[in-house]
């Protein structure tokens, strides 16, 4: 069987709002590189041939490219402009892809994904169409209700994480539907058109740096060698 070319479409559109950081999130230095270069590289060590695309709010371009000049960042990626909502950049990021294809969506801020979770992710793509990166919750769940609030058993719940793969064909048919309120990933987009979604198992280092704590969980990673 031919293998498809695999594309990474990076998704990197926030703010420092969160963070309490004067710079975009994906911008900041964990052990002296910024959490979008290490996300990047991550796609690139599993494979050098993967086509890349990193999505960015236009009035962020100029910095990631000065960025790349200050840090000598010569990985070859295409950089797209994003749209105003995730949905409208992955849209956008989608866009660059040609033909068959297998795509991973992914999160600009999660730099410690593991190149073994990428490969599954591919894989589990090509033989079942879709493969969404996910974890078992290691806290008690509660859902709310009108009446307060109960417990629910946690084995029966996975916690989303990225990438989420599918295959290009499917993924851009999710996405020619107007966009939906909830549509809170790629993954409830695909599922919305009537697919199946595949789980695949995913890694607790694999955080989204969104706060200062993780911040704090990033460096320990980085000086780890993650």
Known sequence: MTQLPEYAIIVA????????????KQFIEVAGKPI???????????NPQIRLVVVLPQEQQNTWRSLCKKHNFKLFHMTVPGGRTRFGSVKNGLDTVLGDALVAVHDGVRPFVDVATIKDAFETAASNGSAVVAVSPKDSIRELTEEGSRAV??????????????????????????EQEHFTDDASVVESIGERITLVEGSYRNIKITTPEDLILAEAFASQGF
Request: proline share 8%.
């Open 13 to 24: 559109g926030g703010s420092g709002s969160r963070m309490q950081h004067d710079i975009p």
């Open 36 to 46: 979008l270069m290490r996300t990047v590289e991550q796609f690139y060590k599993y």
């Open 153 to 178: 058993p946690r084995a029966k719940y996975k916690l989303v994480q990225t990438p989420q793969c599918f295959q290009a064909g499917v993924l851009r048919k999710a996405y020619e539907q107007p």
